[in-house]
Nanobody, 126 residues
Framework: QVQLVESGGGLVQPGGSLRLSCATS????????IGWFRQAPGKEREGVGC????????YYLDSVKGRFTISRDNAENTVYLQMNSLRPEDTAVYYC???????????????????WGQGTQVTVSS
């Protein structure tokens, strides 16, 4: 049974940091890419970054480049999203999702991902 469970969200001041975790089960990170997405109230879900299965390469949304970093621990079946220099506009529910990855290609399109976690709220406010 495929499961993804996010954790680590919370309230943080502008300029602060959070690390989100995505604990996975039911599949191997050796063959599945993981994407991180977010959805703010009244806005569409957008991809913020992904990590491919083959070599762990990462790809990011322009607005988070240099601030967000995705990493993974294959032994623990967990993917992380380290978020630094947070801004109020980063406030959203953050989701992780998986897709079968046979080619090592990047994608930030939500409709290309098959399984989703329940989301974790991130609020950046003073």
């Amino acid at each position: 049974q495929v499961q993804l469970v996010e954790s680590g969200g919370g309230l943080v001041q502008p300029g602060g940091s959070l690390r989100l975790s995505c604990a996975t089960s039911g599949f191997s990170l050796d063959f599945y890419a993981i994407g991180w997405f977010r959805q703010a109230p009244g806005k569409e879900r957008e991809g913020v970054g992904c990590i491919v299965s083959s070599d762990g390469s990462t790809y990011y949304l322009d607005s988070v480049k240099g601030r967000f970093t995705i990493s993974r621990d294959n032994a623990e079946n967990t993917v992380y999203l380290q978020m630094n220099s947070l801004r109020p506009e980063d406030t959203a529910v953050y989701y992780c999702a998986s897709r079968y990855d046979s080619s090592g290609s990047y994608s930030l399109r939500p409709n290309e991902y098959d399984y989703w976690g329940q989301g974790t709220q991130v609020t950046v406010s003073s």
